[in-house]
């Protein structure tokens, strides 16, 4: 032990009491080095039960389960098949057997039964509640007839007499009612209350292009809604009064932002009021593209 403490005190140029803390401190560093490789391999040996977390994976396949049978909307517990089909016309049975539940089968039934059509995948997509997953799955087995149109049975004289052939009369957006637009293929009643509250928004529709604004309308369905309604040339929208609307009354017109209504009141502040809808484009928040969509639904009048 002489000899080590000889050597530490030449080597590291230590005094006699450094020396000394130096050989208490060695033990200590060892200990601190090899404690974690020792304890890693005492711990791998050990058996590891698995018990607790079996019972704890078994409870939560439980609650799955059980939440999926409380879902109406859940897929079939039956293996689903594949075959081909038209998704207007396949059967309850049909949908079932393709793997969805009988609740939104029943949907897409009633769906049908309204006038609805199915033109692409994408407007299977729409039903509410169904696997979309599913949907995309069969989207090539899916098959859509170009032409749906059977020929009628021959009617007598005497039918053809009392029963003239059913014809869809044009009706006016802006005065329509939900019934005249469920009436429009593709439009269901979540749909046409959605058309209805954004007339409602704007104060009236002054151009068809402003269907596509409606979420959730496809193109298929603007265009047979097109078909089937029209705007009167005459038709003023209800509109508001830039000289005494309230930032939050402009903020209420869809093309209005907050930042915009903003400065809209801004300037009437400075400037006492507004001496035609014109004079909008002073302000630099508006570009010329919001305001021909926002012209037709102002008004400087003294009312």
């Not at 049908?112 to 979309?132: E, L, Q």
């Not at 809604?225 to 000289?243: D, G, H, M, T, Y």
């Not at 209504?261 to 006492?272: C, D, G, L, V």
């Not at 928040?285 to 021909?292: I, M, R, V, Y």
Request: proline content about 6%; aromatic content about 12%; glycine content about 4%.
């Amino acid at each position: 032990m002489r000899k080590i403490r000889t050597w530490i005190r030449a080597f590291f140029g230590f005094s006699q009491g450094q020396t000394n803390g130096f050989l208490l401190l060695i033990p200590f560093i060892l200990l601190a080095l090899f404690s974690e490789p020792l304890y890693r391999a005492w711990w791998v040996r050990q058996p590891v039960n698995h018990t607790a977390d079996q019972r704890k994976l078994d409870s939560l396949w439980g609650v799955i389960y059980a939440e999926s049978d409380a879902d109406p909307d859940a897929p079939s517990t039956l293996p689903p098949e594949t075959f081909s089909f038209d998704p207007n016309t396949a059967t309850l049975g049909d949908w079932q057997r393709l793997g969805f539940a009988e609740r939104v089968a029943q949907r897409i039934i009633n769906y049908r039964s309204k006038g609805g059509t199915f033109r692409s995948a994408a407007d299977v997509k729409n039903i509410y509640g169904i696997d979309t997953a599913r949907v995309a799955q069969l989207s090539p087995w899916m098959t859509f007839a170009r032409t749906r149109e059977k020929t009628p049975p021959v009617a007598s004289s005497h039918t053809r007499e009392n029963k003239p052939p059913a014809r869809h009369e044009r009706f006016d957006l802006n005065t329509c009612d939900s019934l005249q637009l469920l009436s429009v293929n593709g439009l269901g009643p979540v749909l046409s209350s959605r058309i209805l509250r954004y007339r409602t928004r704007l104060g009236g529709f002054v151009s068809p292009g402003q269907l596509y604004e409606v979420y959730g309308l496809d193109s298929a369905t603007i265009t047979a809604l097109r078909e089937r309604s029209f705007i009167e040339a005459s038709f003023q929208p209800l509109q508001i009064n830039l000289n005494t609307a309230t930032e939050q009354e402009l903020k209420k017109l869809p093309y209005i932002r907050p930042a915009l209504a903003k400065a809209i009141t801004t300037w009437r502040f400075q400037h006492t009021k507004f001496a035609s809808v014109n004079d909008l484009l002073k302000l630099k928040q508006l570009d010329s593209a919001t305001f021909h969509r926002i012209k037709p639904y102002l008004t400087v009048s003294a009312e």
